[in-house]
């Protein structure tokens, strides 16, 4: 049985039998046994975490354990969230925002990254060179993650719909293989397997608009949160930990990015190009950007129509933790 469980019991069967409380099982229910995180090829800091052990080597004095998982995208990421399959996890803003408003309970509480990670690519072969010329044709996207948001945002933004393209739903790394097979029209396209294609397949970016990429959150689920608030702070500690190293350290980022994500060495530095890491701490920078782009997410019936999405994003952003923790670096 898992400790956290044992303990909740054990401390209800006391109380029932009218025993005192043992403070010290009273303290060990304060922490979680394990702290289940996801790493991703988008979120460089996780990378950094997972191969330092720097939050395992935090957490030994308590006895809590981590616990890494790997996330291929946004949409993946959630969907641990909402099964209780991790505590932590990586996405893109605008994906927290579409699964919080879908009932996922969760929390953004960091900015892991300020990326341009997604852009609309064509096969090096290709004669399409603007948006519009994609009407009618194949493109690949991940459904409920930042790329497909930003396709549709792209589409809007040059006089297009969904219902005038076929979108294909493939996972980032299918969709850059389906692209330089020729199988579809268009990808959009997520960092570092965008950057992968350009480099090595020479795919051609056709639409960039680093405003339709939105931030990279770090979201943890509500219930964590309530239960463990010092813990989320120690998670974010080390996340920190990993920005400023990052920062810091630009070369062997890049060469542990390589390493860890299987990646050639300019394929990584083109990635971290494409990320400022200066702004971690989480609130109206990120709620406005929210607002900003939630229009699509009502216009593509994607959320359920009537859904408040300013109150949505009240709910989802959680300024305390990162503020106090990245004014104490």
Do not use: C
Request: proline share 5%; no cysteine; glycine share 6%.
């Amino acid at each position: 049985m898992e400790r956290r469980h044992f303990l909740r019991l054990t401390t209800a069967a006391a109380a029932g039998l009218g025993l005192p409380a043992l403070s010290g099982l009273a303290n060990a229910a304060d922490l979680p046994a394990t702290i289940r995180l996801d790493y991703a090829t988008y979120s460089p800091p996780s990378l950094v975490l997972k191969k330092f052990g720097w939050l395992e080597e935090d957490l030994k004095s308590s006895g809590t354990n981590v616990k890494w998982v790997q996330s291929q995208g946004s949409n993946r990421a959630l969907e641990f969230l909402n099964s209780d399959s991790i505590d932590f996890g990586s996405t893109a803003g605008l994906a927290a925002l579409l699964a919080r408003a879908n009932g996922n309970p969760i929390k953004a509480v960091y900015v892991y990254s300020r990326p341009e990670w997604t852009a609309l690519a064509v096969n090096k072969d290709s004669p399409i060179a603007t948006v519009k010329e994609l009407k009618g044709k194949k493109i690949a996207a991940t459904k409920g993650t930042d790329p497909y948001l930003f396709l549709l945002r792209t589409l809007h933004e040059n006089g297009l719909s969904k219902s005038d393209v076929e979108i294909v739903h493939l996972q980032h790394p299918d969709g850059r293989v389906a692209l330089e097979q020729n199988r579809v029209d268009a990808w959009a396209g997520l960092d570092p397997h965008l950057a992968a294609s350009e480099l090595e397949a020479g795919s051609r970016l056709i639409y960039r608009n680093v405003n339709f990429n939105t931030y990279g959150f770090l979201n943890v689920s509500d219930n964590f949160a309530a239960r463990y608030p010092e813990q989320v702070k120690r998670v974010l500690r080390a996340y920190e930990r990993a920005r400023l190293w990052i920062i810091n350290n630009p070369a062997e980022t890049a060469k542990l990015i390589a390493e860890e994500a299987h990646l050639s060495l300019p394929v990584a530095q083109l990635q971290l190009k494409r990320n400022d890491f200066s702004h971690p701490r989480i609130g109206k920078e990120h709620s406005d950007a929210l607002r900003a782009a939630a229009p699509i997410l009502l216009e593509e019936d994607l959320v359920k129509p009537g859904t408040d999405l300013n109150k949505t994003i009240q709910a989802l952003i959680d300024p305390g933790f990162s503020q106090s923790i990245v004014a104490s670096f």
